[in-house]
C-alpha cells in the first residue's frame, strides 16, 4: 500500500532510547526510597478538621503522651491458679524493669487502680504497659514483648493487644507488601502475555517498558511526597504498581495490535509505527486523559488518604502513557519485524481478511439486537440485587484475613474484663475543668468507666471506656454522645479522640467524600467522551452503561463477600475507590470502542461502522481487560480484607465490562439507537450518512 508519511530518521528510535536510559539511570534509584516516606498513622489519613486528629497530634505534641499501650491479658479456663497469679506478677516486673517510664515530663501521673488487675470471675488477670515512642515502633516491640512472656505454666494462655498490637500486626501485614505485589504483578502480566502472543520473545517488550514505567512513578511519588507533602499509605503504594502494569500493558496490547495491523500494508517499519500511533495514540491518550481526570478529583476529598491517591495515581498513569507511546514503538521499531517470530506479519499489496469470532458475534447481535440489550441488562440487574446485602462499614477488627493475637485479645479481654472491652477513648481537656468533664462523662449513656490521667504542659486526660465492643454502631453513638457532652462545658476545649474515635471520623469524612467526588468524576468523564466522540448521546449513553456495570459488579462482589468469603462489612474507603477506577477504567474500553466505531461510521455508518469496530477491537480489547482484571486480583492474594474487596471488586467489574457491557450491551444499543447516537454531529444526519454495505458479511471481517 503505498503512502504519503515520511518515515522518520533511522537514529530518532535510538535517541528515544537513549533519553529513556538517562532517565531512567536518575529515577530507578529514586523509585526504591518510596517506602521511606509512607505511613500509616491516623493522623497523616485524617484532615487537621477532625476531633480525632486534634487529639492526636495533641498526643504527638506532648512529652510521654504519644506512648504505645499494649494489653496483656491472661486466662485460664478453670481459674488462674496460685503459679499462675506469680507469673503474671513476674511478667509484669520484669518488663517494668525492661522499659521503664520515660522521664522529665511536667505533672505526675494519677493512678487509682492496681496496676496488675484481675477479672471478678477469677479466670483472667491484665495489666497495661505504656511505651514510649523512643523504645521504636509498635510493629519493633510486639514481637519481643510476646517472647518475653512465654515462660508461664502449661494452660496459662497469654493474648497481647491494645491499640499498639494492633498497630504493630497491621504494620507486619504491610511488610514487604511493595516488592510482594510488584513481583507477583510481574509474574501475572507475564503469563498473561506469553499466552496472548504465544511468542518466545514479543511478551518480553512490554514487560520491560512496563517496569520501567513503574519504577519511574515510583520516583515521581517519591519526588511529590518531597516537595508538596502528599501522604503515601502502603494501600496507595500497592495501587500504584496496580495501576501502571495494568494501563501500561493495556497500552502496549493496543499498540502492537495496530502496528501488527499497519506491518501488513507498509513495508517499512518507521511507516508502520507512525501509522499505528496515528490510529492508536488518540483513544490511548482519551483513555488516560479519562483515568487521570477521575483520579484528580480526589483532590476534593477531605480524607488525606483518599486525595492524596488523586496525584499518586496520576502520576503512575502518565508516566505509564509516555512510556508506551515513545520508549514501546521506539523499542518495537528498533527490533523490527522479527520481534513477532514466529507469526512474523508480512507485508503485502492485498491483505486477505476473513470472518472471525467478533464478525460472528456482531452478526449475531445485529440479527437479534433487542435480546442482547435486555438479556444484557437482565444478567446485570439480577447481579445488582446483592447491593441488598450487608454493605456496612468493616470493623478494623475484622480488616485482617487470619484474626492476629491483638484482635482475638479483644474478644479474651471483653469476655473477662466486660468494663474495659472497648478501645479507650482519650479526652483533653483543661486542667481546671479535668473533675467535671470526668462527672459529665461518667453520666454518659454507654460509658462503662472513666479514669483521670496525666496533666501536663497545660491539658489533663481522660480514659473512657465504653461498654460496647470496639467499632460497632452503638459505640460510635457513645462517642457522638461523649462529644456533645463535653463540649457542652465551656471554657473546657475538650476534645475527643482515640482508635475508635478516628475511625468514626474517617467513616463520616468518607462519606462526605463520595457525596462530592462521585459526581465531580462523573462530569468530568462526561465531558472528555463528549470532547472525544463530538456528541451528546453516545457519552450520555457510554456513562448509563458503566455506572449500570458498576452496581452490577458492586452487587454480585457484596454476594460473594458476605455469602462465600464471609467477610463481616465493606471497608469505608472501597465503595469509592471502586466507583473511581471502575468508572475510570470501565469508560477505557467503551473509548477503545467508540472512538474506532465512530472512525469507521465515516466511512461505513453507524451499524456498519460499530460492527466492524466490534470485529477490529475485540480481540485485544478482551485480552486487554483480562489483563487488567488480573493485575486487580494480585491484591487478593494479600492478607487484608480491603485489598482483598477493592482487588476483587476492580477485577470482576473490569471483566464484566469488557465482556458483556463493550461486547454485547454498547453495540446492540448503538445498532438499535442508529445514527442519532452520534447526536448532534453530522454523523446523526441522515444526508450524511453513507450507504451500507450490501453483504453484512464483508463487515464481520477479521485479519
Not at 518480553?204 to 501522604?231: E, Q
Not at 495515581?313 to 513477532?340: E, K, Q, S
Not at 491483505?351 to 438479556?375: F, H, K, N, Q, Y
Not at 445514527?675 to 453483504?695: F, H, I, K, T
Request: proline fraction near 6%; charged fraction near 15%; charge should be neutral.
Amino acid at each position: 500500500m503505498s503512502s504519503n508519511v515520511k518515515p522518520p530518521g533511522r537514529w530518532v528510535p535510538w535517541l528515544v532510547i537513549g533519553l529513556w536510559m538517562t532517565l531512567a539511570a536518575v529515577m530507578v534509584p529514586l523509585s526504591g526510597k518510596l517506602s521511606s516516606v509512607t505511613t500509616d498513622k491516623a493522623v497523616d489519613a485524617l484532615p487537621a478538621s477532625a476531633e480525632s486528629t486534634k487529639v492526636a497530634m495533641l498526643e504527638e505534641s506532648l512529652p510521654g503522651a504519644e506512648d504505645n499501650t499494649f494489653v496483656f491479658v491472661y486466662h485460664r479456663a478453670g481459674g488462674l491458679t496460685y503459679a499462675d497469679r506469680a507469673t503474671v506478677e513476674r511478667h509484669y516486673d520484669t518488663l517494668a524493669k525492661r522499659y521503664p517510664p520515660t522521664t522529665g515530663t511536667a505533672g505526675e501521673e494519677d493512678d487509682d487502680g492496681p496496676s496488675i488487675r484481675p477479672s471478678t470471675n477469677g479466670q483472667a488477670m491484665m495489666f497495661t504497659l505504656d511505651l514510649s515512642t523512643t523504645y521504636g515502633p509498635p510493629e519493633e516491640l510486639v514481637g519481643p514483648l510476646r517472647d518475653a512472656a512465654k515462660d508461664r505454666p502449661t494452660g496459662l494462655e497469654l493474648a497481647v493487644t491494645g491499640p499498639a498490637a494492633v498497630d504493630g500486626d497491621l504494620d507486619a501485614v504491610f511488610d514487604g507488601i511493595d516488592l510482594q505485589v510488584f513481583l507477583t504483578t510481574v509474574i501475572v502480566v507475564t503469563v498473561l502475555l506469553v499466552l496472548t502472543y504465544r511468542s518466545p520473545v514479543l511478551w518480553f517488550v512490554p514487560l520491560v517498558v512496563v517496569g520501567v514505567a513503574a519504577l519511574t512513578s515510583m520516583a515521581t511519588v517519591y519526588l511529590l511526597v518531597k516537595g508538596f507533602g502528599i501522604v503515601v499509605d502502603n494501600q496507595n503504594s500497592a495501587l500504584l504498581t496496580i495501576l501502571v502494569f495494568g494501563v501500561g500493558t493495556d497500552y502496549a496490547l493496543l499498540l502492537i495490535a495496530r502496528y501488527r495491523e499497519a506491518l501488513h500494508h507498509h513495508e517499512n517499519v518507521r511507516v508502520a509505527m507512525v501509522h499505528a500511533l496515528r490510529g492508536a495514540a488518540p483513544a490511548i491518550v482519551a483513555s488516560a486523559a479519562t483515568v487521570i481526570a477521575g483520579l484528580l478529583c480526589l483532590l476534593v476529598a477531605d480524607l488525606n488518604s483518599i486525595s492524596g491517591l488523586g496525584p499518586i495515581g496520576a502520576a503512575g498513569i502518565l508516566c505509564a502513557l509516555v512510556a508506551m507511546l515513545t520508549l514501546f514503538p521506539a523499542v518495537l521499531v528498533v527490533l523490527g519485524r522479527r520481534i513477532f517470530w514466529p507469526a512474523i506479519p508480512r507485508f503485502s499489496t492485498v491483505v486477505t481478511e476473513r470472518p472471525g469470532l467478533w464478525g460472528r458475534l456482531g452478526a449475531a447481535i445485529s440479527r437479534g439486537r433487542w435480546v442482547a440489550t435486555l438479556g444484557s441488562f437482565g444478567v446485570l440487574g439480577v447481579l445488582a440485587i446483592g447491593l441488598a446485602g450487608n454493605t456496612g462499614a468493616l470493623r478494623e477488627q475484622d480488616q485482617f484475613l487470619s484474626a492476629p493475637e491483638s484482635v482475638t485479645g479483644f474478644t479474651v479481654l471483653r469476655q473477662h474484663f466486660p468494663e474495659l472491652g472497648g478501645q479507650p477513648i482519650t479526652i483533653y481537656t483543661r486542667p481546671a475543668y479535668q473533675k467535671q468533664i470526668l462527672d459529665v462523662v461518667k453520666r454518659t449513656p454507654g460509658v462503662a468507666q472513666a479514669e483521670p490521667g496525666r496533666t501536663v504542659q497545660g491539658w489533663a486526660d481522660i480514659s473512657v471506656f465504653p461498654t460496647d465492643a470496639p467499632d460497632t454502631l452503638a459505640e460510635y453513638d457513645t462517642i457522638k454522645r461523649v462529644r456533645t457532652a463535653v463540649h457542652a462545658v465551656s471554657g473546657a476545649e475538650a476534645i475527643v479522640g482515640g482508635p475508635s474515635a478516628e475511625n468514626l471520623d474517617t467513616e463520616a469524612t468518607t462519606g462526605r467524600d463520595e457525596k462530592l467526588v462521585i459526581p465531580l468524576v462523573l462530569a468530568v468523564v462526561l465531558i472528555v467522551l463528549g470532547l472525544l466522540l463530538r456528541a451528546i448521546v453516545a457519552p450520555l449513553i457510554l456513562m448509563a452503561t458503566v455506572i449500570v456495570s458498576f452496581a452490577a459488579a458492586f452487587g454480585g462482589s457484596v454476594f460473594v463477600f458476605e455469602t462465600i468469603l464471609g467477610f463481616k462489612g465493606i471497608d469505608y474507603s472501597v465503595p469509592l475507590l471502586a466507583f473511581l477506577f471502575l468508572v475510570a477504567l470501565g469508560v477505557d474500553y467503551n473509548i477503545f470502542l467508540a472512538s474506532r466505531a465512530r472512525e469507521e461510521t465515516v466511512r461505513l455508518g453507524t451499524r456498519e461502522g460499530m460492527l466492524k469496530a466490534l470485529s477490529a477491537t475485540g480481540g485485544v480489547i478482551t485480552s486487554a481487560g483480562l489483563v487488567l482484571a488480573a493485575t486487580f486480583a494480585v491484591l487478593v492474594s494479600l492478607p487484608l480484607v480491603m485489598l482483598i474487596e477493592v482487588g476483587f471488586l476492580v477485577a470482576f467489574g473490569v471483566l464484566l465490562d469488557a465482556l458483556l457491557v463493550r461486547s454485547v450491551l454498547v453495540p446492540a444499543l448503538t445498532l438499535l439507537i442508529g445514527r442519532r447516537m452520534w447526536w448532534p454531529s453530522r454523523l446523526s444526519r441522515p444526508a450524511e450518512r453513507p450507504q451500507p454495505l450490501a453483504d453484512d458479511k464483508e463487515l464481520m471481517v477479521r485479519r
